[in-house]
DNA sequence: ACCTGAACACCGTTCAAGT
DNA sequence: ACCTGAACACCGTTCAAGT
């Protein structure tokens, strides 16, 4: 079946350096080790002891690398509620491991959220996964993309949150312009060292978090029960 | 009460040609023609006709400059709903102008989502709006920033998504791997043209938010009715 | 086909020098 | 105090030249 090409020219075929394969895994490490910041087309390349401007024979920009890690991230993503939970409950486990990754790779959200899913095979297999859970469960067809993209974009948000600074909300100097709100963001972070049943206290964010997620999946129960009764037009 | 400052030296103070304010419309300007790409410091002081270094005699950086466009910005979006409507209504309304405006500032949404409040007055004033009609309505003073930032956070998710290219979902060479979910986005875009009370044709993006923004308000009406009701521990 | 090294066209930022 | 102009330390990317 696979047929060993053609040599074109006389010299004989060389086993390259570089695979894409190969730029992807450094690309990875130094990301875990020292940040995105740190990946630079010149840093990647001297990870993989060759020059920069040879990169460009496997890819064609920085950004097809930042999708080759972004799909080699989304295998982090754990989806296996879905083979035995039920179907909010997976979905629930799903976006928090979804959040949680994403909140150690923020700098692929602007990436990810507009990149075709064509070419990301971990990426589609993670969607195929989610999308057969959902219908097994009942879910209508036409509306199951609609409600991972609204987890996903909740998951998205959620994730620059979990990134902020703790105090984010303190009104500092302008107090006086938000005096409603000032409190309230104090009681909230009252509330966050006091918590009932927190022995640990919690940040804000996943806290946020939290209230959105368990309330979206409310509403999706919700929406799912009214359309199984079925509505006359 | 506001006197004239001891002038120190000998010079006589001279009105200075830039201020944070002229800085600030001029990169509004900037954007608007020509987009946030364009949004250099250098043609940012070419518009204002001055060198580029002069700017940072006003601002520390770009990002403080990112700052001040954001609380600009910020003034665009509609909370008009919380004077008069009901606290989910005008909770929705403010989503959707919320949305509006980010999906076309979408560099803006790295900054805010980390940024400190303090020192953002338009930022404060709309937070104090929302969080007051929030409560008049009876929201527990506890839950309301949390609730804001949920619906925050799927703001901006879904603003990211809106500027999505609207083939995103399509499989591509890679259908097999995934052939559920690629009915499923097939079955998604067939029911978008042919919605039925849809003379025009929506955009996934915009489907999967009315989804979500809707089923989170749902779920938060119920909490609310939970919590009335009144749970003993 | 694949890699090197030099060069290009930008960035944001700094700083001595002027007024 | 505020602006200029030159310089700095980077970026990603291109391209002729080598093998």
Redesign the interface.
């Known amino acids: 079946m696979d047929q060993i090409p053609p040599e074109r020219g006389r010299g004989r075929p060389r086993t390259p350096i570089l695979t894409r394969r190969r730029i992807t895994t450094a690309a990875m490490d130094l990301i875990q080790n020292s940040g995105y910041r740190s990946l630079t087309m010149s840093a990647l390349a001297n990870q993989l002891g060759v020059s920069a401007s040879a990169l460009y024979n496997h890819v064609g920009s920085k950004r097809d690398i930042m999708i080759l890690v972004q799909d080699r991230v989304n295998e982090e993503i754990d989806c296996s509620g879905f083979e035995s939970e039920e179907w909010d409950v997976a979905l629930e486990n799903w976006a928090r491991s979804y959040r949680e990754v994403y909140s150690r790779n923020?700098p692929l959200?602007?990436v990810i959220?507009?990149?075709?899913?064509?070419?990301?095979?971990h990426t589609?297999?993670m969607?195929?996964v989610v999308?057969?859970g959902l219908?097994k469960a009942g879910w209508p067809?036409?509306?199951?993309?609609?409600?991972v993209?609204?987890?996903?974009?909740?998951?998205?948000?959620?994730a620059?949150?979990a990134?902020?600074?703790g105090?984010?909300?303190?009104?500092?100097?302008?107090n006086e312009?938000?005096?409603?709100?000032a409190?309230?963001?104090a009681?909230?972070n009252?509330?966050l060292v006091t918590d009932?049943d927190g022995e640990e206290a919690r940040s804000?964010?996943d806290?946020?978090?939290?209230?959105?997620l368990?309330?979206?999946?409310?509403?999706?129960r919700?929406?799912l029960r009214t359309l199984r009764q079925g509505v006359a037009?």
């Open positions: 923020i959200i602007p959220a507009v990149l075709p899913v064509a070419n990301s095979p589609l297999v969607y195929e999308t057969a219908m067809e036409p509306l199951v993309v609609n409600a993209t609204a987890v996903e974009s909740l998951v998205f948000g959620s620059y949150d990134t902020a600074p105090d984010i909300f303190d009104p500092g100097a302008l312009l938000a005096p409603i709100f409190a309230a963001v009681r909230r009252l509330m009932e804000g964010a806290a946020a978090f939290d209230l959105g368990r309330c979206l999946l409310a509403g999706f919700e929406e037009p």
